[in-house]
């Protein structure tokens, strides 16, 4: 009796499991068939629609500077850092100026001797002069006596003697009356060239801009031309793409452009392009586009990677979808249209597409529904029920 009892309980539980194993194979043959796939609906309008051609790249600046020092000397402080925004002829950089206060101290004083030593030669050429034109005025009353033996020929011979020395003594004072004037002019030049490297130990900013970095700090040793800031003025910002070759032909300067930071994905910024390059690298086979960006992310970086699309054509009122709703069959492209509620694969012929949208030439008419399975993993079908969202 109890085995038999046992025995029925275990067919009972076997015919149970089978129940459950039915019941669940049938509740996954209905969702996979049957259950109604999650869509998303597109209605079909007509718009604006434009070829674009892109470019990889990284923001940079139109005008850019490094500011370092045209003397060697010690930073005693830098004023600005990076991130900063400065305006043209801001002080950034003071170097250590006592030395060149020294030399300019030692200029000047040389300068004041040199005009000093002017003063005395020329009082000594104007004493010359005097003696000078005594000498003379002796000889010419010599020289019209002599013949009437009105005075003597040793004192006629000693005027003439007097005279030449009178003039070579006038013609020394007039070579050190030069010599001295450009002693001057030396000295001057020596305060001008103290003064300005003194003007030099203050450095100041160029042009409106925004520091990007800073390579020295105060205490650091500085030569000509070494760096010390880097500046970038924010005028114009552009994206430098490189683009292939053989997009050249339909790139001009002026074309309208939208721009991609990979930082924002999936928000676009207006630019334009605004200057070609007239050389393709050999290697690559590209060429570079500049495209100035007349707005920007909120942060954004000089360097950061960009993406340029450029519009090299443009058509209007024409019928157009998303990218994402087209679909292939046998090499064929088309979309699933709804009706009411139940999929219908359509074929179509498509134009212009820009990335984003396509142009459809024929298979849609205007206010046509069509859709896309939400989830990526479940593909629909002809005669697929959806849900729309």
């Known amino acids: 009796m109890d085995k038999n009892w046992n ?3 275990r067919g009972l539980n076997q015919s149970a499991k089978a129940l459950l194993i039915f019941a669940v ?26 070829n674009e051609v892109m470019g990889t790249g990284t923001l940079d600046a139109k005008v850019k500077s490094i500011i370092s020092s045209k003397i060697s000397g010690r930073i005693e402080d830098v004023l600005v850092d990076q991130g900063d925004k400065v305006k043209a002829n801001q002080l ?7 030395q060149l206060k020294f030399q300019v101290s030692v200029a000047s004083a040389t300068l ?38 009105a005075v003597s020929r040793e004192a006629f011979d000693k005027a003439t003697e007097e005279l030449g020395t009178a003039r070579a003594k006038h013609s020394r004072e007039e ?35 925004i520091i990007i970095r800073r390579e020295r700090d105060s205490g650091n040793i500085v030569i000509p031309g070494s760096p010390i800031l880097s500046l970038i003025s924010t005028k114009v910002l552009w994206v430098r793409a490189w683009v292939d070759e053989t997009e050249l032909a339909k790139i001009k300067v002026g074309q309208a452009a939208r721009v991609i930071f990979r930082s924002e994905a999936k928000h676009s910024y207006p630019g334009e392009v605004s200057r070609i390059a007239i050389e393709v690298d050999r290697e690559t086979r590209e060429f570079v586009v500049e495209v100035n960006v007349s707005e920007l992310p909120e942060n954004w970086a000089i360097g950061q990677r960009a993406e340029v699309y450029i519009q090299t054509d443009t058509k209007d009122n024409v019928l157009i979808a998303p990218q994402k709703f087209i679909t292939w069959k046998n090499n064929t492209s088309g979309v699933f249209v709804d009706k009411e509620g139940v999929t219908s694969w359509r074929a179509i012929e498509t134009g212009m597409n820009d990335g984003r949208f396509i142009e459809i030439t024929q298979g849609l008419q205007n206010g046509d529904a069509i859709l896309t399975p ?9 005669n697929s029920r959806v849900s729309v969202k």
């Open 7 to 9: 025995a029925i309980k």
């Open 25 to 50: 194979l049938s509740i996954v043959v209905y969702w996979l068939k049957f259950m109604p796939v999650p869509a998303e609906k597109h209605v079909v309008k007509t718009g604006t629609i434009s």
């Open 92 to 98: 950034a950089v003071i170097l250590d100026d006592e």
């Open 112 to 149: 004041e001797t040199a005009e000093s030593g002017v003063k005395k030669v020329r009082e000594d050429l104007n004493f010359a002069s005097v003696v000078l034109k005594n000498a003379i005025q002796t000889y010419q009353r010599y020289k019209k006596l002599i013949p009437n033996s």
């Open 175 to 209: 070579l050190a009356v030069i010599e001295a004037e450009n002693k001057v002019v030396e000295a001057k030049k020596l305060l001008k060239l103290r003064n300005a490297q003194l003007d030099d130990s203050k450095i100041h900013i160029p042009f409106d801009g």
């Open 374 to 382: 939400i989830n990526p993993l479940k593909e629909l079908s002809d």
